[in-house]
């Protein structure tokens, strides 16, 4: 068996290991079932730190009420002191 035929025998069984967890995951009734889920949640979980779709606005609570919003969406200006 060479180093491709290796390569890919691996990928396959890294393949059915995933789908098999995936459909464990999904019944949720026994211990078994409960980590699958858990490891396929920590697998896939983004590290906010690399999540590059995190805005901060958002986190931040930061940007328009809805009335501001509304203002600037029909074109009316802000009032100085407002």
């Given at each position: 068996?060479?180093?491709e ?14 789908i ?13 079932d ?49």
């Amino acid at each position: 068996m060479n180093d491709e035929q290796k390569r890919i025998r691996k990928k396959e069984r890294s393949t059915r290991l995933a789908i098999w967890m995936a459909a464990r995951s999904s019944r949720n009734k026994t211990f078994l079932d409960r980590m699958c889920r858990k490891m396929i949640a920590k697998a896939i979980t983004v590290d906010p730190a690399k999540d590059f779709m995190r805005d901060e606005f958002v986190d931040n609570d930061q940007g328009f009420d809805p009335d501001e919003l509304d203002r600037y969406q029909r074109g009316e200006q802000l009032a100085v002191g407002e």
